[in-house]
């Protein structure tokens, strides 16, 4: 069965600090792993990580993915109280199209 | 904002009613997706539609339908409500399926059945 395991699943850390969280995952026939990072609302969409896009980078933010070890990293440079936040890192499973959701990393970020 | 709206933001109503969640795509994306968000279950995927046609299901009770209309929007409808069904229910949309396009989510009805 296909499964999505994030860790930790909760830290706390100060403003300017860097975090790093952790996604592995087990899914036949791999096409696609997504970040989002949800508020008090709606998981907004961080990333994007394919096999022939393994880097991405936006501000802050970055991920890599690890196709051999079955892995991937969102790392956040800098924190800002704004980052505190639930991420969450999906797959879709094989021949399907819906997503796999971790249970999530709580990240928050005291001033 | 991801494009993606869905009304009402709120619902409360009491068990046994039934109620209809309306989601409207992001301009251009033909494939929606329901999820269900409880405080214990996380993010758990319902229905997936495309183009008018439903494309997978996951754990949606018998109790709930959904569909998606001509032009594109979708309403999920939950019916025989019980108070386990209280939960956040996300829309989302992408522009075609296949695990290669992300999904926008929308803000999400809090359902509250008393």
């Known amino acids: 069965e296909d499964k999505v395991v994030q860790s930790p699943l909760s830290l706390v850390v100060h403003e300017g600090d860097t975090v790093t969280l952790n996604c592995s995952y087990e899914v036949t026939n791999f096409r696609s792993l997504l970040w989002y990072k949800q508020e008090k609302k709606a998981p907004t969409f961080l990333f994007m990580l394919?096999?022939?896009?393994i880097e991405k980078k936006s501000g802050r933010l970055s991920s890599i993915l690890d196709k051999k070890e079955l892995f991937s990293i969102l790392n956040i440079t800098a924190t800002q109280t704004g980052d505190s936040a639930v991420y969450l890192c999906a797959v879709p499973p094989f021949n399907d199209y819906k997503l796999s959701f971790g249970a999530g990393t709580t990240v928050t970020v005291r001033a | 904002d991801s494009g993606v709206t869905q009304t009402p933001k709120h619902l409360i109503t009491a068990t046994g009613q039934r109620v209809t969640l309306r989601c409207s795509p992001r301009?251009?994306?033909?494939?929606v997706y329901w999820y269900q968000q409880s405080l214990d279950q996380g993010l758990q995927f319902l229905i997936q539609y495309y183009n008018g046609e439903e494309r997978a299901k996951g754990n949606i009770l018998e109790r709930f339908s959904a569909q998606q209309f001509p032009d594109l929007h979708s309403e999920l409808n939950l019916s025989s409500l019980e108070l386990g069904d209280s939960a956040l229910y996300f829309c989302?949309?992408?522009?075609?399926?296949?695990?290669?396009?992300?999904?926008?989510f929308g803000p999400g009805t809090r359902l509250t059945v008393t």
């Open positions: 301009s251009g994306d033909l494939s």
């Open positions: 394919t096999s022939s896009g």
């Open positions: 989302a949309s992408s522009v075609d399926a296949g695990g290669f396009y992300e999904q926008y």
